[in-house]
């Protein structure tokens, strides 16, 4: 490992409007850019993401966003969740395995909308600027590259 990074899991997850492509992408860059950002997790030190959605959500790949925001040499892939009745639905949730020199107690975990139900012992993240994201994921996506804030 570089400088004494360690690979480390950082969690999110989010909930979509609707199945469709447009909502799909939209709520995973959200969460990915507030993961990013919370985190200070720059591309580089991205060892790979896993993506899953729950049955309901068919209308795209959630990794798509991670490749619009550049993030194309990284190793990606998506799956579903297993579907436990009752569970909540129009989710996406990402796994990143990120090289980091933080502590596991360190990593601060995502969870957004109507996903924070799944974890409300991780949710300490602070009021969300949703315009000045947006804005933030835009210059991501026009420069194609993601990296820290």
Same mark, same amino acid.
């Given at each position: 490992?570089? $400088?004494? @990074?360690? &690979?480390?899991?950082?969690?999110?997850?989010?909930?979509?409007?609707?199945?469709? @492509?447009? +909502?799909?992408? @939209? $709520?995973?860059?959200?969460?990915?850019?507030?993961?990013?950002?919370? =985190?200070?997790? +720059?591309?580089?030190? %991205?060892?790979? +993401?896993?993506?899953? %959605?729950?049955?309901?959500?068919?209308?795209?790949?959630?990794?798509? +966003?991670?490749?619009?925001?550049?993030?194309?040499?990284?190793?990606?892939? &998506? $799956?579903?969740?297993?579907?436990?009745?009752?569970?909540?639905?129009? &989710?996406?949730?990402?796994?990143?395995?990120? =090289?980091?020199?933080?502590?596991?107690?360190?990593?601060?975990?995502?969870?957004?909308?109507?996903?924070?139900?799944?974890?409300?012992?991780?949710?300490?993240?602070?009021?969300?600027?949703?315009?000045?994201?947006?804005?933030?994921?835009?210059?991501?996506?026009?420069? $194609? @590259?993601?990296?820290?804030?």
């Amino acid at each position: 490992m570089d $400088g004494g @990074k360690l &690979c480390r899991g950082v969690r999110g997850a989010t909930t979509v409007e609707s199945n469709s @492509k447009e +909502a799909i992408l @939209k $709520g995973t860059r959200q969460l990915l850019a507030l993961m990013i950002r919370r =985190n200070e997790i +720059a591309q580089e030190d %991205v060892a790979s +993401a896993i993506f899953t %959605v729950t049955r309901d959500l068919n209308a795209e790949f959630p990794a798509l +966003a991670a490749r619009q925001m550049g993030w194309i040499d990284i190793p990606l892939l &998506c $799956g579903y969740e297993v579907d436990v009745p009752g569970s909540l639905g129009a &989710c996406v949730r990402i796994l990143l395995h990120w =090289n980091t020199s933080k502590s596991q107690k360190e990593i601060h975990h995502v969870y957004i909308h109507d996903a924070i139900a799944l974890r409300p012992d991780l949710n300490k993240l602070p009021p969300v600027d949703w315009n000045e994201l947006e804005e933030w994921i835009a210059s991501q996506l026009s420069t $194609g @590259k993601s990296g820290k804030p």
